[in-house]
């Protein structure tokens, strides 16, 4: 088939390899690439955390650890797998994805910092997202798959050519089709230069005000906020000076850390990943989008569901 990839985030890119993968002739249309979307900004830590539902989240979520982990072999990909710890202030159960992973320890009490009483530790996948988007997109070169830059006012737009589409538009698809059950969930974060940290952290105990170290080869992304509705896309000094402030209190290596940068992105929200097809009048349509705050973590799982659903278009 021939297929139209909307979208150049990382739910796009993985979707249309997999679907060049899979034989099918592929392009993709975006209105931004790489640092321009909100994937390039995530953290990118593999964590299934607020997409829903739970069930194909856990299922996604488990392709994709498997998928990265084998990715890691490939330096270029931008993949580390790294230990790391979440903590609680209460005591927690076992988390609901917890089939995703392979393997998930409880902090030992000598290893939980102060005022924390309970804590996951496991080895997750690590995504240097700036690396990551740029060794997809060389993949998609090296398939045939051609990317080119564009905004598109409907779907109907995208079929000149093709006989499917596949709307990977994340919040854009809230002005693109007209779902406004996408909410965005703002997430304001800092990167700094690396000072020796192999291991991640994650404090999610507020969900508003959440608390993670996550470091890459080069950098250590720290954050970070979650705020539902907001869109503002300015750096805010004093949420930023509130991240820093909290995150050297649980890491105190991090104090002094060179400050690189500061990024913020709107999570595109929504009470379930939209990720079946439609038949329109102009064609068919796979969409997959919506996936929170866990996009990166879904991607390949998502993809191999597009692939299939392509697949079984008449
Ligand atoms: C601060 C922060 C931290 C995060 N941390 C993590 C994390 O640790 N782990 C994790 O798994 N996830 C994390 N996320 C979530 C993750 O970034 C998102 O779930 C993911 O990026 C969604 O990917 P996407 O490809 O659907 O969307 P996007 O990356 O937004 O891509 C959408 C694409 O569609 C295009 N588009 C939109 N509208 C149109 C249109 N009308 N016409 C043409 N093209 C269009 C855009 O230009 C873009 O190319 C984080 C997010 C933020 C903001």
Redesign the pocket.
């Known amino acids: 088939m021939r297929v139209r990839v909307?979208?150049?985030?990382?739910?796009?890119?993985t979707s249309a390899l997999r679907l060049a993968q899979a034989g099918h002739e592929v392009d993709v249309?975006?209105?931004?690439?790489g640092d321009?979307?909100?994937?390039?900004?995530?953290?990118?830590?593999?964590?299934p955390?607020r997409?829903y539902p739970e069930a194909d989240v856990t299922r996604w979520s488990a392709t994709t650890y498997q998928v990265l982990c084998g990715l890691a072999a490939d330096p270029s990909a931008g993949v580390l797998i790294r230990p790391g710890r979440e903590l609680f202030r209460q005591p927690a159960p076992d988390p609901w994805w917890r089939d995703a992973v392979p393997e998930l320890g409880r902090v030992a009490a000598g290893r939980l910092p102060a005022g924390y009483v309970d804590g996951y530790e496991l080895s997750v996948p690590v995504v240097d997202m700036a690396m990551h988007l740029a060794w997809l997109l060389g993949r998609l070169e090296a398939t045939g798959v051609a990317v080119r830059t564009?905004?598109?006012?409907s779907l109907a737009g995208a079929f000149e050519g093709v006989d499917a589409v596949v709307n990977?538009?994340?919040?854009?698809?809230r002005?693109?089709v007209d779902d406004q059950s996408l909410t965005p969930?703002?997430?304001?974060?800092i990167v700094v230069a690396q000072v020796g940290l192999t291991e991640w952290l994650l404090d999610q105990n507020d969900p508003g005000r959440l608390l993670?170290v996550?470091p890459r080869s080069d950098t250590v992304l720290l954050?970070?906020t979650a705020e539902e509705g907001d869109e503002d896309l300015d750096i805010r000094p004093t949420t930023a000076a509130d991240i820093l402030r909290r995150c050297v209190e649980l890491v105190p290596a991090l104090d002094g850390a060179r400050v690189i940068g500061h990024?913020?992105?709107?999570?595109?929200g929504r009470p379930a990943v939209r990720l079946e097809t439609e038949f329109t009048d102009r064609g068919p349509v796979v969409h997959?989008?919506g996936?929170?705050?866990?996009?990166?973590?879904?991607?390949y799982g998502c993809a191999e569901d597009v692939a299939e659903l392509v697949s079984e278009l008449p």
């Open positions: 909307v979208g150049a985030g990382v739910v796009g890119l249309v975006a209105a931004t690439t321009g979307t909100t994937s390039s900004i995530a953290a990118a830590l593999w964590y955390y997409a564009g905004r598109l006012d990977c538009t994340g919040l854009g698809s002005e693109l969930v703002r997430g304001q974060v993670y996550v954050g970070g990024r913020v992105g709107l999570r595109p997959c989008y996936h929170g705050g866990a996009g990166v973590t879904l991607s």
